[in-house]
């Protein structure tokens, strides 16, 4: 499971470590630290996640 939040500070990531998250990713959110951090935890090759998520595009 991956947290996803604007709480960036180390007792925060503690906190979400702490209630079973596996990885965490502050706001505002950099889509390359996303994809890499889909890619570690699912185990998928990069290979198969770039090119599509190159295609996608963030909204604010």
């Excluded at 990531?13 to 990885?23: F, S």
């Amino acid at each position: 499971m991956i947290a996803m939040t604007a709480n960036a500070f180390v007792e925060d990531i503690v906190k979400c470590r702490e209630a079973g998250m596996d990885e965490h990713i502050p706001k505002p959110m950099n889509i390359g630290k996303v994809i890499e951090t889909i890619v570690h935890c699912t185990g998928m090759s990069e290979r198969k996640t770039a090119p599509q998520a190159a295609e996608q595009k963030v909204c604010n």
